[in-house]
Structure formats: structure tokens, C-alpha cells
């Protein structure tokens, strides 16, 4: 039974670097099926992808996002993890880890879902 | 970017069917996703690949694909069904995950 985890601190200050781990339980991290992705949805508002990695470290990143997110895998824990920089208000929303059936060359969609980890920007 | 729009709201009465369209260029040459909400949970995918089911999800729920529209239609609406609803696809000339804006059904 897969399980997607996310855990990081639920306040963070402006300027400072969110970061986020995705703990997969269930299902091997480097099977070669799948993208593991990242998104978000800030409150009363719709959900907005941020990136998704393969295991072997291939990644897709968001443009209005690109410079400032670094999505990377730890297969030896099979987890994967978000740091964000530089954040502002702007970056408060609910974020989702998720499992996404795809090769090498591209994803698809999200099939399983963590259930979300709420992320305040705030002094 | 590819944009992918949504009505914000359809409104149905229990027993009756629900489409949820989902407008985008050329649309029907991808493949479209669509995921379930209600508040305070995680999406869930209720349809992908255009017009394929995950386990679990009753046969209720169908989608279509083709021309410029995507359609999700849920048939005999169930109070249970109320909930947002989003359209996905991977636009494979950019690599990015798009999602539409997002339909909020309501259950009279």
C-alpha cells in the first residue's frame, strides 16, 4: 500500500529556504515507472506544480519557479526533498508530494498524494 | 504557456449528470487528467488518460476528449460528489505539469 509523507517545518520566515522531505512507503523509489513530484496550493486557490524528479536525478522544474527550487532524491532512505529560497508571502499554500507514472522522458499525472503539509511565510 | 480553462462553477440536483469541460488548444491531442478535492483533502485522481478510471473510482465518472474541449461527466450526482474539480495535462513542448483553474460542483 503506497504512502507519501511530507514533513518539514510549518512556519518559515521571509528570505529563508523552505524545505520539505516526501517519505514513500510501499513502493521503491527508483522503480523506473515513475516521476516524483512536488506542487502546491496556496489558500482558496488551485493547484500549481512545482517540479518532478526521476530517481536517476533527471528533473523538470516549473518556469515561474526556475532559479529558485532545487527538487532532489535520496534513494538510499527513499525519500525525496523541495528547498524553495528566497520566499515571501507569496509562497504560503498547502504543499503535496506525489507519485506520477511516466519514463525517462516525461511525466504524467499524479496517482498517489501525500495529504499535504500546510507552509506559512512569516516573520 | 499552455493554458487550460475551467468554468468555476457548475451546479446540478442529485440524480442528474454533471459535465465539467476543460478548453484548451488542440486539447484533444493530449492526454487529460482529472482529480477530485474536497476541502481540506488531497486531490485524488477520478479519471486519466483521457477516459481511464483508477481503481475505486465508481463508473459514475467518464471522460472525453477531443477538438478544443475536455469533458469529465459524473452521472447520477450524489450529495457526495460535491467538490472542486481540476483538469490536468502534461505539455510535453515545455515539460510542465498544467492545471486548469479549477470547477467548484455544487449539489443542489
Known sequence: ?123 | SYVLTQPPSVSVAPGQTAKITCGGDNIGSKSVHWYQQKPGQAPVLVVYDDRDRPSGIPERFSGSNSGNTATLTISRVEAGDEADYYCQVWESSSDHQVFGGGTKLTVL
Open chain 1, 1 to 123: 500500500h503506497l504512502q507519501l509523507q511530507e514533513s518539514g517545518p510549518g512556519l518559515v520566515k521571509p528570505s529563508e529556504t523552505l524545505t520539505l522531505t516526501c517519505i514513500v512507503s510501499g513502493d521503491s523509489i527508483t522503480s523506473g515507472d515513475y516521476y516524483w513530484g512536488w506542487l502546491r496550493q496556496p489558500p482558496g486557490k488551485g493547484l500549481e506544480w512545482i517540479g518532478s524528479i526521476f530517481y536517476t536525478g533527471n528533473t523538470f522544474y516549473t518556469t515561474s519557479l526556475k532559479g529558485r527550487v532545487t527538487i532532489s532524491v535520496d534513494t538510499s532512505k527513499n525519500q525525496f526533498s523541495l528547498n524553495l529560497n528566497s520566499v515571501t508571502a507569496a509562497d504560503t499554500a498547502v504543499y503535496y508530494c506525489a507519485r506520477q507514472p511516466g519514463d525517462y522522458g516525461s511525466a504524467s499525472h499524479c496517482d498517489h498524494w501525500g495529504q499535504g503539509t500546510l507552509v506559512t511565510v512569516s516573520s
